[in-house]
């Protein structure tokens, strides 16, 4: 079965710390794994992209890596800030059939000042 | 970078009344268009995928004559919610693609039925 599942389900930083979001999937056939941004009351934001073949790919302050044998990716924040306040899902596209995004439930993440 | 406008962003509305959804892509022509469903602290759970100039294609449990979609151009798909009762009450997102390009989000509708 294709899932996707992400931890932790929540987390509250101080601003200016780091943290790691996890994303685990069992997806395959695999063809990519984006990470998104979503502010509460809006719509999901493409953070990264990552193929098969990638292992780390830096937006920013964001980086994401892929671990395409374990099927593991995780998403790094540096620095944070209080905007960085918001639910960051994974997102796993698998290669067949029109339906074909697995999404994660999210982490929502809090920085409070 | 491509942009789908969802309009509108927030609808409160009796029980039993009809409310359209409005899914615009703004800069590309969306061959596909796709209909979330998001509960509070969910993710997101699809509904409907809409080819335009065809019927869209409906997840299962999702009720077509509940959701009424309609992809009549390559920029505009619409979601109708039919007799709408307060389960209803969701975020409703869209997101458009064209070909095998990545889907871009709209920024949601708020229903709200009383």
Redesign the interface.
Known sequence: KNQVEQSPQSLIILEGKNCTLQCNYTVSPFSNL?W?KQDT??????LT?MTFSENTKSNGRYTATLDADTKQSSLHITASQLSDSASY?CVVTGKTG??N?F????T?LTVIP | GAV?S?HPSRVICKSGTSVKIECRSLDFQAT?MFWYRQFP??????MA?SNEGSKA?Y?QGVEKDKFLINHASLTLSTLTVTSAHPEDSS?Y?C?ARMGDQ??H????T?LSIL
Do not use: H
């Open positions: 984006r998104y009351g809006r719509g999901p934001v493409s992209i899902i029109a339906n995004l999404f994660g439930t999210g929502r | 789908v969802q596909t602290k969910q993710s997101l759970m699809l995928t294609t997840e975020f997102i997101s990545p889907q989000f709209g920024d949601g708020r």
